[in-house]
């Protein structure tokens, strides 16, 4: 177990590494000057150099590297070029929005997705399995900046059951989690049917039948037990999706979130805050995987013995 | 083979848009003011947008543009993607280490996170949202390649081949890449319908193709304003990316069933 601890840990590490590579090159991906974008044409010659000396962009490229990876540590993610205001205040401020978002999102993407693909896989080929699969693929086929304004459209506008955007108490929750919600599950009943699929072709399943066991304790007790050992690991990786589409969401809804905030940067040309906002969701997207990989390698010892 | 009609009228229709949009006589850009957000009627049979343009029109101009992105996107990022992870696990060793790593560096952008950052960064425009889907798109084909050489690089053929002295370039051409160009066709299927999302996706936050050019992504955006008293401006294009999107996936699927060696093998 240590063993395997310790190799995840590690390549867990070395990605963490080189997202923050990757995000601190950013700013020099940007098309000719980062600072004259980010200020504008019309900005003093005096202003620019002050910014690109505070951005330090007037420094080597590994000094520059040192200082970044020196201020991340100490947790200094610098200040907003355009509120002053320490980016590390900016993003705990929209952090629960997306939080909550996210695993509100989850809970409705797991109600929808497991009844789904559960009812797919045990009568597969039938009538349910094909409308089932369908659904599924209909989701998937429906992007959450169309969903949104659809649901948006339906229920806020037509039936006034819900607000049409922003976030105040529950009912503002319902529309957005719903739309990153069907997304996942689409995705994710199709995972729930493949896996149990498989699972219901073992033979301690036939044993199972053999002696008589109803089909109902044979899918719940018997075969979603070993089932749902994958889907965890698959439920880690979805939640990239929803992190990824969260962005997108929270811009549909108004939803003053993380993505919301990169969106906003960017449009400010506020580089410096699109840069915090891509690495902590990032980071928190490799963390939970390893989290889960290291979980599901505790649930199960086959994985840790092969890796280990 | 007769459920497959529809998705194949679609594509056909989207490319037709797409390439022979320019010669359909229409004006996506013209703007009408009396006409501003007017439903579909009979005089224009889509209705009319909140700058008075026509939706058909701009459905079709729209059409090209996610072609155009959807088919350079797919075609850039299954080329690179591929070459990279053949080579990668042809070759093995410290090159192999090194290429798995950045693809697990890649791959640690949660979906369409890096693309939206890499076209904020580089600006709107076409061009761009080519560069960033592209940057994002490879690491699918590379990781995918890279299994499937894996899985077949020790195979008495292709030792056959390298004992004769075949360069590695004319091995993984000609003797790796014919057996493992099922899966590839398969995700390059599905890449066209993430394309096709991404690039409507990103001009939909307005890091797309800049107005007045159209997108059926801007469209939605720019609909959504009016969603109450125009719904047209955001069903129109939604619809219509909905159903390429799905014809796309349906495609996908009975390729992934048709191609799929283990599924052939079964099936015997």
Known sequence: MLSFLFSRLASALFVIFGVTCLVFLFLHMVPGDPVEVMLGESAQPADR??????????????????????????LDLGKSLYSQRPIVDMLIERIPATVQLAVSSLVVAVLIAFPLGVLAAVKKDSHWDQGAMGLSLIGVSIPNFLMGPILILVFSLWLGWFPVSGRDGFVSLILPALTLGTAMAAI???????????????????TARAKGLSERLIVWRHAMRNAMLPVITLLGLQLGVLLGGAVITEVVFSWPGLGQLTIESIQRRDYPVVQACVLVISLTYVVVNTLTDLVYGWLDPRIRLEQG | MIRLWWPTATLLLWAFFALFGGLMGLAPNHIDLPKILLDPGADAWLGYDDLGRPLWDRLV???????????????????????????????GGWLDHL??????????????????????????????????????????????????????????????????????????????????????????TFAVAGAVIS??????????????EASWGSMIRDGARYLLVAPHMVLVPGVMLMLVVLAVNLLGDQLRDRLDVHGRQRDK
């Open chain 2, 61 to 91: 101009a729209g059409a090209q543009t996610s072609f155009v992105v959807a088919v350079v996107v797919v075609f850039l990022s299954s080329i690179i993607g591929t070459v990279i992870g053949a080579v990668s696990a042809y070759k």
């Open chain 2, 199 to 212: 690039e409507a996706g990103l001009s939909f936050l307005g890091l797309g193709v800049q107005p007045p």
């Open chain 1, 188 to 206: 994710l009943s199709r995972m729930v049917r493949a896996t149990l699929l498989e699972t219901l072709n073992e033979d301690y399943i036939r």
């Open chain 2, 99 to 188: 290429i798995v790593r950045i693809i697990d560096i890649f791959l640690a952008f949660p979906g369409i996170l890096l693309a939206i950052a890499l076209a904020g960064l580089l600006g709107p425009g076409i061009n761009n949202v080519i560069i960033a889907l592209s940057v994002v798109g490879w690491v699918g084909f590379a990781r995918l390649a890279r299994a499937q050489v894996l899985t077949i690089k020790h195979r008495e053929h292709i030792q056959a081949a390298h004992s004769l002295g075949t360069r590695p370039a004319r091995i993984i051409i000609y003797h790796i890449l014919p057996l493992i160009m099922a899966p590839l066709i398969v995700e390059a």
């Open chain 1, 49 to 74: 150099e002050a910014l690109r000396h505070a951005l330090g962009l007037d420094q080597p490229l590994l000094t520059q590297f040192g200082q970044y990876m020196g201020n991340l540590l100490q």
